[in-house]
């Protein structure tokens, strides 16, 4: 564009001398001005062209500046959310690094308190098991007596046969019936060969506390079948004790009337705890 503005200058000069020296027409003179005219219109709007052009510019390289500071802010910003995150991960790491090892010792103590209690319900069990078989055997002994004068109940360690007044002694006196002699021989019968047992005999009073006949003849009865036992019948003597006990009271017209387990002998049998000791667990 530029080279064709001087061209139009030229010809305009060649023009102007054409015409001052005669050599050219009126005419073409005419056409040489338009031509001139058209070169200047041409040239000032190229002129403006380029000043939008050179606004452009400027608005593109301040744009591209302010995109270049965008994004070494976001550089910036990524570089600090990078960084966070690499320590946020040692942070986590080193939490799940202790909570695993916190897991550990955990699991390591629960498996040492399962294991003892695994140690200690195999003792349970174990004494409940023989605790069952000598419950079986009395059971087994007395099986002719009728159930309502005589009972055996278990529990966690020991077994409890209690019988009716009447079935061991002649009427009120302390000598033992045949019956009672042939009850003594079938209990020890299951019982002199356990010696992993303990046998207490209880004797309940007729009246409550306070009256020391009673009290000194259900001793006397208590003692008399346990020296029984352990002399006539053959049970060893340091598997055999005596005791008297009050036992329930019944309560007649608001005053104690008499023991509800009146001239009731009873045999508590227990396991030897020398021969069932608590194992200790480490």
Known sequence: MIFSTLRHKILAFLLSCGLAFGCVSKGKYYDALQDEAAAKSELGISTIDLADARAQLLRQEALEE???????????????????????????????????????????????????????????????????????????????????????TQNYDVVTIRFDEGLFFQGKGDKLSDFGIGLLQKLTGALSDQTDLLVEVVAYPTVPAGTLKSWASASDRANFLASELAGEFGLS????????????VIIIDGAPAESKQRKTVELVIRLDPTRYPVPLVD
């Open 237 to 248: 003597p340091k598997q055999v004790s005596a005791s008297s006990r009050q036992g329930e």
């Open 66 to 152: 302010g995109l270049r500071s965008t994004i070494k802010q976001l550089d910036g910003t990524v570089e600090e959310l990078t960084n966070q995150s690499r320590n946020d991960q040692k942070q986590i790491g080193a939490s799940l690094n202790k909570s695993a090892v916190e897991v550990e010792r955990y699991k390591q103590q629960l498996d040492i308190t399962n294991r003892k209690l695994g140690v200690l319900k195999s003792f349970i069990d174990k004494r409940t098991n023989r605790l069952a078989e000598v419950s079986q055997r009395l059971n087994v002994a007395v099986a002719s007596i009728p159930n309502r004068q005589v009972s055996t």
